[in-house]
């Protein structure tokens, strides 16, 4: 168990180097930062406070530590793939009313330009 818990600390450590590069980069946005943050603080404080795990294990439900991490650890990345997938969402919703609004921003133009030229003819 140990040794699990070490390389999952050493992976929160990583996911927390990893944003902080990203976000000082400019990669990626704060705010989208914040998530990642969060689940790479979550990873390092599980695997590195026995207490809380021994809690949480009891709290599920299951036998093993391990097994409650693993599934802490698949919690906290569905929740912030959920949370990626509303932005993706709002974003995607955002990019198809700047066309529409484009495409009649266009008409009006071609509209404007050929009542123009049926002006001067």
């Given at each position: ?7 999952v ?6 996911l ?11 990669h ?27 809690w ?11 097994v409650a ?8 990345f569905l ?5 990626f ?18 495409a ?9 330009d ?8």
């Open positions: 168990m140990t040794h699990l818990l070490n390389v600390s050493v992976a929160g450590l990583v927390l180097a990893a944003v902080l590069i990203s976000l000082r980069k400019s990626i946005r704060v705010e989208h930062s914040v998530s990642w943050l969060a689940a790479a603080v979550a990873l390092i404080v599980l695997s590195r406070w026995k207490t809380a795990l021994l949480l294990t009891g709290a599920l439900g299951v036998s093993d530590p391990p991490l693993i599934m802490m650890i698949f919690c906290v929740v912030v793939l959920y949370r997938s509303a932005i993706i969402s709002e974003l995607k919703d955002a990019n198809i009313a700047v066309t529409q609004r484009l009649i921003l266009e008409y009006r133009l071609e509209a404007l050929h009542e123009r030229q049926q002006a001067l003819h």
